[in-house]
């Protein structure tokens, strides 16, 4: 009796549980890797809260918790992973903004179409009903005519830095004079000439993206039946989540619903090292190197000097060692050192945990920096295309990087005398761990800040919008406030101009008037006396 008394506590406190967890929508059709990876983070997190999710996504995440529920997009796009070969990496460095649009923008809200998000717009659950949608934030505004279709707030999740071509839509003021531009490999302070460059890129990224992305209404109309404007749409949004910090970022300017979170995705809990791999990194005790060009790029796919470069350098450098990926290892040339191991899978976060990682090879995404700083590991730089160039100069002018600059610039002696830097050079690995500090000094930590200011949204709604969202881009920057005034100043300036030609005319009149008098007196007076 006493047992099935405790057992009717228990359920009863797991229902209040039930009743007390919001129902979150989770979007985020885009199918990349790095982007998802802090999606999952957060909603995964929002889960084991207690919270009831549901999201949209072409990953699967393994083990989720009891309230995670996957609305699966796999194999609807081709997946964007382990997928872009080295000859057409050119294509990316010179960014196309109608193609970028079309590839992350326009080909995902054409997944509107497609039986699982068909059954979420047309049937969108009652019982409960959902409390408050996530949103990816990035070239696919079209999906933010769900928190139309549903009366709900959005949080938006932006992956990258402040993505300050939606900030007058955002109500967001950015400031081109401090705060460099998404695609500029700058980093503050900014001299007068990058100040002149950053101010006319970011105006023209900022008139090209919303003129393409301005398109995807005919999609909020053909799925949703909503004839509004992208724009307009974007006053769903309640609260954004960036995917920065100060501490490498720098400074940013943004109101009280920009919340950031950067190195959100960051798990110190990661899963152990498989058995083999971890035996590999216990023996390597002179130090061992990381090197990976991400999720999407092989580095098995670069021209055979590049490859034998490497080759070369890794040999110079033993018995350091260097973990590698590679996706198919058949596909490298021969001759690979002994010190050299490949993978096809890393699980990177628990590699920078170990002891023996001295150094961090890598194409500079954010992720894999924030990584890096996160854990104290030192890096090289070989941008490869996007803010990768722009996180490496970062990174270089902190000293917690050496940055070569691309992969045209990697020969045997930059490379090796850039490990040879990172391995005994204690300037950056003392500026890494100051850095590595500020990261983390934090009153929450990242996931917990994402969590409750989602939770925040879903009970107080719009409280952190910026009033400046509901005003015209000429009103956000006082056009219209300039123009009065200088209205105003013309209209005094006229005013007084008349007036003084006024009085000035009154004077030359009165003096003229006084001053011929006398003269016509003295010439009658005189004639008077002739006679």
Known sequence: MRLLAILSIVLAIFALDRCDGLRILGLFPLNGKSHWMMGQRLLTSLAERGHHVDVVTHFLTKAPPATYREISLEGTMEPVVNNLNASILPRFQNTNFQHLVYM?????????????????????PKNPPYDVIVLELFVLPCYLAFGRHLNLPIVGVMTTNFQDWVSHLTGNPHNPSFVPNLFLSLSQPMTFWERVMNTFVTNKVRRDLQYYMSQQSDYVKQYFNIDESIAELH????????????????????????????????NEESDP?????????????????????????????????????????????????????????????????????????????????????????????LMSMQEAVYFGIPLIGIPLFGDQPK???????????????????????????????????????????????????????????????????????????????????????????????????????????????????????????NGSCPKKEKGSSESKKRK
């Open 104 to 124: 992350a923008g326009n080909r995902t809200c054409d997944l509107f179409k497609v039986p699982q998000l068909q059954e979420l717009i047309n049937n969108p």
């Open 235 to 266: 006053k769903g949004i309640a609260a954004i989540l960036v995917n920065s910090h100060h501490s490498i970022d720098g400074i940013g300017q943004f109101t009280q619903g920009v919340i950031e979170v950067g190195g959100l995705h960051v």
């Open 273 to 365: 090292l498989p058995q083999d791999l971890q035996k590999w990194m216990d023996e390597s005790t002179h130090g061992c190197l990381l090197f990976t060009f991400g999720s999407m790029v092989r580095i098995e796919t670069f021209p055979r000097p590049v490859l034998e470069t490497f080759y070369k350098v890794f040999e110079k450098i033993a018995p350091v060692r260097v973990l590698m990926k590679i996706a198919r290892k058949e596909d490298l040339i021969p001759g690979l050192p002994k010190n050299v191991l490949t993978k096809s899978w890393i699980p990177q976060v628990s590699v920078f945990k170990h002891k023996n990682t001295k150094g961090f090879i890598t194409h500079g995404g």
């Open 391 to 513: 996180n490496m100069k970062i990174g270089a002018s902190k000293k917690i990087a050496i940055n070569l600059g691309s992969v045209e610039n990697v020969t045997v002696d930059t490379l090796y005398d850039a490990i040879n830097a990172i391995l005994h050079d204690q300037t950056y690995r003392n500026n890494m761990k100051r850095i590595s500090h500020l990261f983390k000094d934090r009153p929450m930590t990242a996931a917990d800040t994402a969590v409750y200011w989602t939770e925040y949204v879903a009970r107080n709604g719009f409280a952190l919008q910026s009033p400046a969202i509901h005003l015209a881009w000429w009103q956000q920057n006082l056009l219209d406030v300039y123009a009065f005034m200088l209205v105003c100043f013309a209209a005094a300036f006229f005013v007084v101009t008349a007036l003084m030609f006024f009085v000035l005319r009154k004077l030359i009149k009165y003096f003229r008037s």
